[in-house]
């Protein structure tokens, strides 16, 4: 059974990477498992690509082509009722990017999350007033209205409440380039407030930041992502740009992710360093 914090984008992903290999088990390829079972090649293709949820019979008869047994069924029905389940970004769907709620329902139970951010301070770690100033930021290029904005801003909050204080954290480990310390979203009252919560962020047990200085010979020229690890399902890295996002599922691509970003942070300073660095850059965000 799944935890409590279990995600039901998590177990739509898993309940069609299970029938993708249980399918390739008996040998058969899509179309021909899709000819029969009566369905459209599309059909299977879009359940084991978790963009199409199978109901109770297309498990059924699925597991008799299969030749599943009784407990792998069984655990199929769990995942399709968990997969039903709502998850509490759903909420803010109208006004968050489809790509950015798939995001949202991963992290949910994700692990260990590695963060680069070379230009702002991470999500996770923002203020509202400094989130507020971010997104209205680039209200005038993404076309936000006034509500979107207002709703982005309490789907940032929510997340970092859901995310930083689950009873079972995951791993969070950031690395910010010191540009983000600088680069001025608001007022000053409203940097500097930043960095403090940015102090108090990075002194939780679960929680790693540091500042790769600008100094430093920066090892990997990439803009931000954000790398995710489960329990029981694929690493997949998170790439956000101006309109749109996506994701890196190849493990081999997702590998190099990961390296790059220990790259990054074995040049970065340690965490003292960072809040003695952060320290300053709160108390020059007074004047």
Same mark, same amino acid.
């Given at each position: 059974?799944?935890?409590?914090?279990?995600?039901?984008?998590?177990?739509?992903?898993?309940l069609?990477?299970?029938?993708?290999?249980?399918? *390739?088990?008996?040998?058969?390829?899509?179309?021909?498992?899709?000819? *029969?079972?009566?369905?459209?090649p599309?059909?299977?293709?879009?359940?084991?690509a978790?963009?199409?949820?199978?109901?109770?019979?297309?498990?059924?008869?699925?597991?008799?082509?299969?030749?599943?047994?009784?407990?792998? &069924?069984?655990?199929?029905?769990?995942?399709?009722?968990?997969?039903?389940?709502?998850?509490?970004?759903?909420?803010?769907?109208?006004?968050?990017?489809?790509?950015?709620?798939?995001?949202?329902? &991963?992290?949910?139970?994700?692990? %260990?999350?590695?963060?680069?951010?070379?230009?702002?301070?991470?999500?996770?770690?923002?203020?509202?007033?400094?989130?507020?100033?971010?997104?209205?930021?680039?209200?005038?290029?993404?076309l936000?209205?006034?509500?979107?904005?207002?709703?982005?801003?309490?789907?940032?909050?929510?997340?970092?409440?859901?995310?930083?204080?689950?009873s079972?954290?995951a791993?969070?480990? #950031?690395?910010?380039?010191?540009?983000?310390?600088?680069?001025?979203?608001?007022?000053?009252?409203?940097?500097?407030?930043?960095?403090?919560?940015?102090?108090?962020v990075?002194?939780?047990?679960?929680?790693?930041?540091?500042?790769?200085?600008?100094?430093?010979?920066?090892?990997?020229?990439?803009?931000? %992502?954000?790398?995710?690890?489960?329990?029981? #399902?694929?690493?997949?890295?998170? &790439?956000?740009?101006?309109?749109?996002?996506? #994701?890196?599922?190849?493990?081999?691509?997702?590998?190099?992710?990961?390296?790059?970003?220990e790259?990054?942070?074995?040049?970065?300073?340690?965490?003292? *360093?960072?809040r003695?660095?952060?320290?300053?850059?709160?108390?020059?965000?007074?004047?």
């Open positions: 059974m799944p935890s409590q914090q279990g995600s039901p984008t998590v177990r739509r992903l898993r069609g990477q299970e029938l993708r290999l249980l399918r *390739e088990r008996q040998k058969l390829t899509g179309a021909k498992a899709a000819r *029969e079972l009566g369905w459209s599309s059909k299977v293709s879009r359940i084991e978790a963009k199409t949820m199978p109901g109770a019979d297309d498990i059924k008869a699925m597991g008799k082509l299969y030749r599943i047994d009784g407990d792998k &069924l069984d655990e199929l029905f769990g995942l399709l009722r968990d997969a039903d389940q709502r998850g509490w970004w759903e909420d803010y769907e109208d006004s968050l990017p489809e790509e950015y709620t798939k995001f949202l329902g &991963l992290e949910a139970e994700a692990t %260990f999350q590695r963060n680069w951010e070379p230009q702002i301070v991470p999500g996770l770690l923002q203020t509202e007033d400094y989130a507020r100033e971010v997104i209205l930021a680039t209200r005038g290029i993404a936000i209205t006034h509500s979107g904005v207002r709703s982005r801003v309490e789907a940032r909050i929510d997340r970092q409440q859901r995310v930083l204080r689950r079972d954290p791993v969070l480990r #950031f690395v910010l380039d010191e540009a983000a310390l600088m680069r001025r979203f608001g007022e000053p009252s409203v940097m500097r407030a930043q960095m403090e919560h940015l102090l108090e990075s002194l939780q047990p679960h929680v790693s930041v540091r500042v790769l200085t600008l100094d430093s010979l920066h090892p990997v020229n990439t803009g931000a %992502f954000i790398h995710l690890k489960f329990a029981a #399902f694929d690493d997949v890295v998170y &790439l956000e740009q101006l309109y749109t996002a996506h #994701f890196v599922e190849d493990l081999e691509r997702v590998a190099g992710y990961e390296t790059a970003f790259h990054i942070r074995s040049e970065a300073l340690d965490e003292g *360093e960072s003695v660095l952060i320290q300053r850059k709160a108390m020059l965000w007074r004047g």
